[in-house]
């Protein structure tokens, strides 16, 4: 506050430079007041005069430090200087001080640098301003208020005017307005504001009424969205386990405990572990009730929603109606013997025509004919190769087999067996010479004597690479050979009577794997890695090309009506196709667990089999009819075990009995098994 | 010039629409369109080609349909969230400009919104909305229980409450309870409304804490809607038993009856076609529904009285508790007439004139359709287990021993079982005493014994015939069934060796229970 004052103080001072001092001298001030007021009755003009003004500051309204340097303040008139007012040292103050009885009344004038003597009124009016009351003494600051109207009505008007026009007619604009609101009431564009309420009537206007919302159900077509709105699926109901009191086989033993921790909790089936209160009151609050309550609100918001099918079948329900197998009887059930003797996997097996007699080629080198009904082994060949396939000549005229080692194809008369003999082996072929002008890779030798002679090989016919499959045609003078290392020339089709070769195929893309001659007409099926084909022999032509689907055939056979084919594969597939009605498999069974090796029909029988590397060999009923319009019905009757699988193979070959529903099967544990 | 087909403009590219494109479309907040979405109840579409569908990216994202999206757009509730919006910012400024008076007009003025189009729209008919009331009714009891909390307003809490008393009250009156269990999580009911399966869960009456990890405003979305569709429910039901809604309740009490007119009857079941079957659904129903009828009850203090008078009330029951627990107790504890008296603790004097019983007799008589023996359920004593009444156990799965007895008594082979248990022991005992003294008798001597002759089980044989010729019949099945068929087999297996393992686990502790009732008699 007190500098505040001081500064209005000094802002006072200000001021009262322009009131010029009565005297120059500050000494000659003695009696102010008094003195000042008989001045100014003496000259009323004296302030008027500039002249003095300019004596007093000639420098202008500039701050008189920068007179500081200087003993002058400025020029008078006569370009003299005008000498500072002396200022006096310390000592000079401090008399002053001591002496001068208006010293405390006397400041400097900041324009002229002169001390000047403050009246009494100037002192006055100083305190009044300080003490903040009017400057001027004698203002009175709440004068009595005197009403220029009176509440007292008065006969004459205050004004003179007369009241305007649009005073007294209603307003227009207003009219306006108003219609505009009430017709915003009538729209409903603008509500009265309600009255005001209590608080307890407000809670109860919060609540919201309800009226009947389904009255008009027959409208309901109308309201529908338009697509179909898919319900959430319903909250897991709970079972015995989430009891309270659960039956005590639902409680966790202590390795159930541990698999529960154990495990993430979303895997977990239930998401608490089974605890058994023995009453209501100790059952305590769920903690997870509200997680799982906001877990169902996120479900529904969050998660999109199909309709799925669940299938409302049973599992036996979609077992195919088939007959049952002991109505198809008959078919091989049990094993029946055990031909022993081979001292390597039994590659192949092949049956004597009439049904009596059984030989089968070995990896051993060797060579073993079979008695059927007793099992005795009743001789022994020896090569010095593996033999890869035989073939029992399907002519019974003709006793003799057809077997495959290395590269050459043996025909070996059978008279060990039935002691007769064959003119047609022993013959030299007439047309030799027309033979080896076909210039063919194949050499046809006639073993006349010497050890091979006494085993009863005939015949040897030399080939350029090792023969893999030999195959009879039915009247059992032509057979085909297969070299599946071949590149060209794999196939080869020779004539027995004749001592004649042929080759059919001069190059084929893929690999031959095995060929077939048809049963009844002069057609030729040579099946390679993916399809099997199927030629006129006539007409040396390409006739149908099987789609088999598979990855790599392993064997094929024609059922003896000629109509239909099966067909094995290294891939586990086993195919039958009708010929007549597409190139593609009418069936396909996945049934073997590994590789099938060997498939075949049966000659008479409506059977067929199929032999793979898991060991078994499983028999199909597989009736054909007559009647075009109906579907061979292929039926698997029966899952015939016995070959042990060694190093990963199991049965290797296997053929029906001619005439009786029997089946041989040869496998890699150097024995052939027959089962009836 | 013919037009060019280019990419991307038309099926699944157009028919699908990411979320955030929804919202750009629409113009809103996420919090608002999720609001939305969960009162229209719209939910997200998975597409089958993401690729497709995201033009070339298969992020994963959420995708609507555009459809969906432009069936919103033209939501008039939607006018509302901008309105509220707007009603926030004003109020916010008032309040910060310190004016009362504006802060209370625009209060009053509060943007309001209606639900009844959108409920009438998701659920056209009254059957609609009750066939989808399972979550409703678990939500709004949830919060009828729940305390106040920052998201959640007492006026919401009481509302829910009063909702769920009101159906209480109609399920009472209609006699429309048909299941209880005690799990763990809380009381399971199953209730019949309209011919439709209403389920729900009611928490068990504790205290508990709020969980952190959830977000209370979805929730809250929820049940503003599914309160509004729970009172147009009520007020529907009421009005089809001709009853004048809103009813009498008072707060505090459990739910009264007044009933005016008793259940309808539904003629679509008369028509059904399986009719001895629905005769005896329709008996078992009528016996639940008068099972306590002609029995007073009296509940303890330390049972929850609200949930047991709505237990006992729908089957027909009286009831009372304690004027502590709540007022307008019908009678008093020491009514003569009161036949059961339900308790939940250890000791209590007893009175001769009536049953002192356990609650798990009332869900388990509920459950049962017929009264059950007490004796099991006395206090103290050691309960029967509790069954889960939802489980429908198909062929292969495990039956507890507990519910083929309940089963067979129903039957009616009422035999005591304490009885034969007997009979059985005494059984037992003589073929033991006979044989300890055969075994005093019998001297070792040196003879010769004659070999058996290795029979054959047939049946065994038999059997494995079979197996035979089903195996071979399953490599006959079409290979587009056999995936099927290995699955359902999968599934069959699994249930069966599920059946066994709680078999043999059964069989176990039955044997130690038998162990154990002995142990004490030997001493003795």
Same mark, same amino acid.
């Given at each position: 506050?007190?500098?505040?004052?001081?500064?209005?103080?000094?802002?006072?001072?200000?001021?009262?430079?322009?009131?010029?001092?009565?005297?120059?001298?500050?000494?000659?001030?003695?009696?102010?007041? %008094?003195?000042?007021?008989?001045?100014?009755?003496?000259?009323?003009?004296? =302030?008027?005069?500039?002249?003095?003004?300019?004596?007093?500051?000639?420098?202008?309204?500039?701050?008189?430090?920068?007179?500081?340097?200087?003993?002058?303040?400025?020029?008078?008139?006569?370009?003299? !200087?005008?000498?500072?007012?002396?200022?006096?040292?310390?000592?000079?103050?401090?008399?002053?001080?001591?002496?001068?009885?208006?010293?405390?009344?006397?400041?400097?004038?900041?324009?002229?640098?002169?001390?000047?003597?403050?009246?009494?009124?100037?002192?006055?009016?100083?305190?009044?301003? &300080?003490?903040?009351?009017?400057?001027?003494?004698?203002?009175?600051?709440?004068?009595?208020?005197?009403?220029?109207?009176?509440?007292?009505?008065?006969?004459?008007?205050?004004?003179?005017?007369?009241?305007?026009?649009?005073?007294? $007619?209603?307003?227009?604009?207003?009219?306006?307005?108003?219609?505009?609101?009430?017709?915003?009431?009538?729209?409903?564009?603008?509500?009265?504001?309600?009255?005001?309420?209590?608080?307890?009537?407000?809670?109860?206007?919060?609540?919201?009424?309800?009226?009947?919302? *389904?009255?008009?159900?027959?409208?309901?077509?109308?309201?529908?969205?338009?697509?179909?709105?898919?319900?959430?699926?319903?909250?897991?109901?709970?079972?015995?386990?989430?009891?309270?009191?659960?039956?005590?086989?639902?409680?966790?033993?202590?390795?159930?405990?541990?698999?529960?921790?154990?495990?993430?909790?979303?895997?977990?089936?239930?998401?608490?572990?089974?605890? /058994?209160?023995?009453?209501?009151?100790?059952?305590?609050?769920?903690?997870?009730?509200?997680?799982?309550?906001?877990?169902?609100?996120?479900?529904?918001?969050?998660?999109?929603?199909?309709?799925?099918?669940?299938?409302?079948?049973?599992?036996?329900?979609?077992?195919?109606?088939?007959?049952?197998?002991?109505?198809?009887?008959?078919?091989?059930?049990?094993?029946?013997?055990?031909?022993?003797?081979?001292?390597?996997?039994?590659?192949?097996?092949?049956?004597?025509?009439?049904?009596?007699?059984?030989?089968?080629?070995?990896?051993?080198?060797?060579?073993?004919? *079979?008695?059927?009904?007793?099992?005795?082994?009743?001789?022994?060949?020896?090569?010095?190769?593996?033999?890869?396939?035989?073939?029992?000549?399907?002519?019974?005229?003709?006793?003799? $087999?057809?077997?495959?080692?290395?590269?050459?194809?043996?025909?070996?008369?059978?008279?060990?067996?039935?002691?007769?003999?064959?003119?047609?082996?022993?013959?030299?072929?007439?047309?030799?010479?027309?033979?080896?002008?076909?210039?063919?890779?194949?050499?046809?030798?006639?073993?006349?004597?010497?050890?091979?002679?006494?085993?009863?090989? #005939?015949?040897?016919?030399? =080939?350029?690479?090792?023969?893999?499959?030999?195959?009879?045609?039915?009247?059992?003078?032509?057979?085909?050979?297969?070299?599946?290392?071949?590149?060209?020339?794999?196939?080869?089709?020779?004539?027995?009577?004749?001592?004649?070769?042929?080759?059919?195929?001069?190059?084929?893309?893929?690999?031959?794997?095995?060929?077939?001659?048809?049963?009844?007409?002069?057609?030729?099926?040579?099946?390679?890695?993916?399809?099997?084909?199927?030629?006129?022999?006539?007409?040396?032509?390409?006739?149908?090309?099987?789609?088999?689907?598979?990855?790599?055939?392993?064997?094929?056979?024609? =059922?003896?009506?000629?109509?239909?084919?099966?067909?094995?594969?290294?891939?586990?597939?086993?195919?039958?196709?009708?010929?007549?009605?597409?190139? %593609?498999?009418?069936?396909?069974?996945?049934?073997?667990?590994?590789?099938?090796?060997?498939?075949?029909?049966?000659?008479?029988?409506?059977?067929?089999?199929?032999?793979?590397?898991?060991?078994?060999?499983? $028999?199909?009923?597989?009736?054909?009819?007559?009647?075009?319009?109906?579907?061979?019905?292929?039926?698997?009757?029966?899952?015939?075990?016995?070959?042990?699988?060694?190093?990963?193979?199991?049965?290797?070959?296997?053929?029906?009995?001619?005439?009786?529903? *029997?089946?041989?099967?040869? @496998?890699?544990?150097?024995? &052939?098994?027959?089962?009836? | 010039?013919?037009?060019?087909?280019?990419?991307?403009?038309?099926?699944?590219?157009?028919?699908?629409? /990411?979320?955030?494109?929804?919202?750009?479309?629409?113009?809103?907040?996420?919090?608002?369109?999720?609001?939305?979405?969960?009162?229209?109840?719209?939910?997200?579409?998975?597409?089958?080609?993401?690729?497709?569908?995201?033009?070339?990216?298969?992020?994963?994202?959420?995708?609507?349909?555009?459809?969906?999206?432009?069936?919103?757009?033209?939501?008039?509730?939607?006018?509302?969230?901008?309105?509220?919006?707007?009603?926030?910012?004003?109020?916010?400024?008032?309040?910060?400009?310190?004016?009362?008076?504006?802060?209370?007009?625009?209060?009053?003025?509060?943007?309001?919104?209606?639900?009844?189009?959108?409920?009438?729209?998701?659920?056209?008919?009254?059957?609609?909305?009750?066939?989808?009331?399972?979550?409703?009714?678990?939500?709004?009891?949830?919060?009828?229980?729940?305390?106040?909390?920052?998201?959640?307003?007492?006026?919401?809490?009481?509302?829910?409450?009063?909702?769920?008393?009101?159906?209480?009250?109609?399920?009472?009156? $209609? #006699?429309?309870?048909?299941?209880?269990?005690?799990?763990?999580?809380?009381?399971?009911?199953?209730?019949?409304?309209? @011919?439709?399966?209403?389920?729900?869960?009611?928490?068990?009456?504790?205290?508990?804490?709020?969980?952190?990890?959830?977000?209370?405003?979805?929730?809250?979305?929820?049940?503003?809607?599914?309160?509004?569709?729970?009172?147009?429910?009520?007020?529907?039901?009421?009005?089809?038993?001709?009853?004048?809604?809103?009813?009498?309740?008072?707060?505090?009490?459990?739910?009264?009856?007044?009933?005016?007119?008793?259940?309808?009857?539904?003629?679509?079941?008369?028509?059904?076609?399986?009719?001895?079957? *629905? +005769?005896?659904?329709?008996?078992?129903?009528?016996?639940?529904?008068?099972?306590?009828?002609?029995?007073?009850?009296?509940?303890?203090?330390?049972?929850?009285?609200?949930?047991?008078?709505?237990?006992?009330?729908?089957?027909?029951?009286?009831?009372?508790?304690?004027?502590? &627990?709540?007022?307008?107790?019908?009678?008093?504890?020491?009514?003569?007439?009161?036949?059961?008296?339900?308790?939940?603790?250890?000791?209590?004097?007893?009175?001769? /004139?009536?049953?002192?019983?356990?609650?798990?007799?009332?869900?388990?008589?509920?459950?049962?359709?017929?009264?059950?023996?007490?004796?099991?359920?006395?206090?103290?004593?050691?309960?029967?287990?509790?069954?889960?009444?939802?489980?429908?156990?198909?062929?292969?799965?495990?039956?507890?021993?507990?519910?083929?007895?309940?089963?067979?008594?129903?039957?009616?082979?009422?035999?005591?079982?304490?009885?034969?248990?007997?009979?059985?022991?005494?059984?037992?005992? +003589?073929? !033991?005493?006979?044989?300890?003294?055969?075994?005093?008798?019998?001297?070792?001597?040196?003879?010769?014994?004659?070999?058996?002759?290795?029979?054959?089980?047939?049946? %065994?044989?038999?059997?494995?015939?079979?197996?035979? &010729?089903?195996?071979?019949?399953?490599?006959?099945?079409? !290979?587009?069934?056999?995936?099927?068929?290995?699955?359902?087999?999968?599934?069959?297996?699994?249930?069966?060796?599920?059946?066994?393992?709680?078999?043999?686990? #059964?069989?176990?502790?039955?044997?130690?229970?038998?162990?154990?009732?002995?142990?004490?008699?030997?001493?003795?």
């Amino acid at each position: 506050m007190a500098s505040i004052a001081r500064k209005r103080q000094r802002e006072i001072l200000e001021n009262k430079t322009e009131i010029p001092p009565t005297t120059e001298d500050v000494a000659n001030v003695a009696e102010p007041s %008094k003195g000042e007021l008989s001045t100014l009755k003496k000259d009323e003009y004296e =302030h008027d005069s500039s002249d003095e003004e300019d004596v007093k500051n000639t420098i202008g309204n500039v701050p008189l430090k920068w007179y500081d340097e200087y003993d002058h303040i400025g020029y008078d008139v006569q370009g003299e !200087k005008i000498t500072k007012p002396q200022k006096g040292d310390e000592i000079d103050e401090f008399l002053q001080k001591n002496d001068n009885p208006n010293y405390w009344r006397t400041v400097i004038d900041p324009h002229t640098g002169k001390p000047v003597v403050l009246t009494d009124e100037d002192i006055t009016l100083v305190k009044n301003f &300080v003490e903040g009351r009017f400057t001027e003494p004698g203002v009175d600051p709440f004068p009595p208020s005197i009403d220029f109207f009176t509440y007292e009505k008065m006969i004459h008007p205050v004004t003179n005017h007369p009241d305007q026009k649009r005073s007294f $007619i209603p307003s227009r604009l207003e009219m306006k307005k108003v219609g505009q609101f009430v017709d915003a009431l009538k729209s409903g564009r603008m509500k009265m504001s309600e009255p005001e309420k209590d608080s307890d009537e407000e809670l109860d206007e919060k609540l919201p009424t309800f009226y009947q919302l *389904w009255s008009n159900e027959g409208e309901s077509s109308a309201t529908r969205r338009y697509r179909q709105f898919i319900p959430a699926p319903k909250n897991h109901l709970p079972g015995h386990a989430e009891s309270y009191n659960p039956p005590p086989e639902y409680l966790f033993d202590e390795q159930e405990k541990q698999e529960w921790k154990a495990k993430e909790p979303s895997e977990r089936r239930l998401p608490f572990i089974p605890k /058994s209160h023995s009453s209501l009151r100790e059952v305590c609050g769920y903690p997870r009730f509200v997680n799982d309550v906001f877990r169902r609100c996120l479900d529904l918001y969050l998660l999109p929603r199909q309709v799925k099918m669940r299938p409302n079948i049973r599992a036996e329900d979609l077992l195919p109606k088939l007959p049952q197998p002991r109505d198809l009887q008959p078919f091989p059930t049990t094993q029946a013997m055990v031909y022993e003797g081979h001292t390597g996997p039994v590659l192949c097996i092949s049956v004597e025509p009439s049904g009596h007699r059984l030989v089968s080629g070995s990896a051993d080198n060797s060579l073993r004919f *079979w008695d059927v009904a007793s099992g005795r082994c009743l001789g022994i060949v020896k090569f010095s190769h593996a033999v890869k396939d035989v073939a029992w000549n399907p002519n019974a005229a003709v006793s003799c $087999i057809a077997a495959a080692v290395n590269n050459e194809v043996l025909v070996v008369e059978t008279n060990l067996v039935y002691e007769t003999e064959n003119e047609m082996l022993h013959l030299e072929a007439e047309e030799d010479s027309e033979s080896s002008g076909n210039s063919l890779p194949v050499t046809w030798t006639l073993v006349k004597s010497g050890s091979e002679y006494e085993n009863g090989i #005939r015949l040897k016919i030399t =080939h350029p690479k090792v023969v893999h499959t030999v195959v009879w045609h039915k009247k059992g003078d032509y057979f085909a050979v297969v070299m599946k290392e071949a590149e060209s020339m794999p196939v080869f089709i020779h004539q027995l009577s004749k001592r004649k070769s042929q080759n059919p195929l001069k190059k084929p893309k893929d690999p031959v794997q095995t060929v077939m001659f048809h049963p009844t007409k002069p057609y030729f099926f040579v099946a390679t890695q993916r399809y099997v084909k199927q030629y006129d022999l006539m007409k040396q032509e390409l006739m149908k090309k099987l789609l088999t689907n598979c990855q790599w055939v392993s064997s094929v056979d024609i =059922h003896p009506g000629g109509e239909n084919l099966i067909l094995g594969s290294y891939d586990k597939r086993f195919c039958w196709f009708d010929l007549a009605l597409s190139a %593609k498999p009418y069936k396909m069974l996945k049934h073997h667990q590994k590789a099938i090796r060997q498939v075949c029909y049966h000659k008479t029988y409506p059977l067929f089999a199929s032999a793979s590397d898991d060991g078994t060999v499983i $028999i199909c009923h597989g009736m054909v009819y007559n009647d075009f319009a109906l579907n061979p019905l292929i039926v698997p009757v029966k899952i015939l075990r016995g070959h042990k699988v060694c190093d990963g193979i199991g049965v290797l070959d296997c053929e029906f009995h001619p005439k009786q529903p *029997w089946i041989f099967s040869s @496998g890699a544990d150097c024995t &052939v098994r027959l089962f009836y | 010039m013919v037009n060019r087909k280019r990419k991307n403009e038309s099926g699944a590219a157009t028919a699908f629409i /990411s979320r955030g494109k929804a919202i750009k479309i629409l113009q809103l907040s996420l919090q608002d369109f999720r609001r939305l979405c969960i009162l229209k109840g719209i939910y997200p579409q998975e597409p089958k080609h993401l690729k497709k569908v995201g033009k070339g990216s298969s992020e994963p994202k959420t995708y609507y349909f555009l459809k969906d999206i432009q069936f919103l757009k033209s939501e008039p509730i939607i006018e509302k969230f901008r309105d509220y919006k707007v009603f926030v910012r004003k109020l916010n400024t008032a309040v910060a400009k310190k004016e009362p008076g504006t802060a209370r007009r625009l209060r009053r003025s509060r943007p309001v919104f209606e639900l009844a189009h959108i409920i009438r729209e998701r659920y056209p008919t009254l059957v609609d909305a009750v066939r989808d009331l399972d979550d409703c009714l678990t939500m709004c009891f949830l919060f009828a229980c729940m305390p106040k909390n920052q998201k959640i307003h007492t006026e919401q809490i009481q509302f829910c409450r009063r909702l769920t008393l009101e159906f209480m009250k109609y399920l009472i009156s $209609i #006699r429309g309870l048909r299941k209880v269990f005690y799990a763990i999580q809380g009381i399971y009911y199953e209730a019949e409304v309209l @011919g439709q399966t209403v389920t729900w869960v009611v928490p068990h009456k504790v205290a508990y804490e709020h969980p952190t990890d959830v977000d209370y405003r979805i929730m809250s979305t929820f049940v503003e809607f599914y309160c509004q569709l729970l009172g147009f429910i009520n007020f529907s039901l009421y009005t089809k038993i001709e009853a004048r809604y809103p009813p009498e309740l008072t707060l505090e009490v459990p739910s009264e009856i007044q009933v005016e007119s008793l259940a309808i009857k539904d003629e679509i079941y008369e028509e059904s076609a399986n009719k001895d079957k *629905w +005769k005896a659904e329709q008996e078992s129903v009528e016996r639940l529904q008068s099972l306590f009828e002609g029995l007073r009850f009296f509940i303890g203090r330390e049972v929850d009285c609200e949930s047991m008078v709505f237990h006992i009330r729908s089957c027909g029951g009286e009831v009372s508790w304690d004027n502590i &627990v709540h007022e307008d107790a019908p009678y008093d504890a020491d009514d003569k007439r009161i036949t059961h008296h339900i308790v939940d603790r250890k000791q209590i004097e007893q009175s001769f /004139s009536r049953y002192y019983i356990q609650p798990q007799w009332v869900a388990d008589c509920i459950n049962a359709r017929r009264l059950l023996p007490v004796k099991d359920y006395f206090p103290g004593a050691v309960l029967p287990p509790h069954l889960s009444p939802f489980v429908n156990e198909s062929d292969g799965d495990y039956v507890p021993p507990d519910k083929k007895r309940l089963m067979g008594e129903e039957v009616g082979s009422v035999v005591g079982d304490k009885q034969e248990e007997i009979s059985e022991d005494k059984a037992e005992n +003589k073929d !033991k005493k006979k044989k300890e003294e055969k075994n005093e008798e019998e001297v070792p001597k040196m003879s010769v014994v004659a070999g058996a002759v290795e029979c054959i089980d047939a049946g %065994k044989k038999r059997k494995k015939e079979e197996d035979e &010729v089903t195996r071979l019949r399953e490599m006959a099945i079409p !290979k587009k069934q056999k995936r099927l068929y290995s699955k359902l087999k999968y599934r069959q297996k699994k249930t069966t060796q599920e059946a066994k393992k709680l078999e043999e686990k #059964r069989q176990k502790y039955e044997l130690g229970e038998k162990k154990r009732k002995q142990a004490p008699k030997k001493i003795a």
